[in-house]
């Protein structure tokens, strides 16, 4: 069974910085891409970044700049490095990852900007 855990969120100054870590086990088979949503309260869940397997990277247009996902394929791991956080980013995160037979959702992690 597929298991997500995510680390790294909490309190942070705006103009601060964290580091969300993402770490699947469980596949049967390969991962493809890797990526980070968000979700604030009243609010839909959105698309923060996503990774290829080739290492290929989006971003939302609000993060640009600020934020950088990556990814280690031999830990199958995915990072987000969040830099000049701004009270707009608080939410909670989730991972997701894309294998060939469906995707998966992490538990999320809360990160709270305060100004």
């Known amino acids: 069974q597929v298991q997500l855990v995510e680390s790294g969120g909490g309190l942070v100054q705006a103009g601060g910085s964290l580091r969300l870590s993402c770490a699947a086990s469980?596949?049967?088979?390969?991962?493809?891409?890797m990526g980070w949503y968000r979700q604030a309260p009243g609010s839909q869940r959105e698309l923060v970044a996503v990774?290829?397997?080739?290492?290929?990277?989006t971003e939302a247009d609000s993060v640009k700049g600020r934020f950088t996902i990556s990814r280690d394929s031999a830990k199958n791991t995915v990072f987000l490095q969040m830099n000049s956080l701004k009270p707009e980013d608080t939410a909670v995160y989730y991972c997701?990852?894309?294998?060939?037979?469906?995707?998966?959702w992490g538990q999320g992690t809360q990160v709270t900007v305060s100004s």
């Open positions: 469980g596949m049967k088979f390969s991962i493809n891409d």
């Open positions: 997701r990852v894309w294998l060939v037979i469906g995707a998966y």
């Open positions: 990774i290829t397997r080739s290492g290929a990277t």
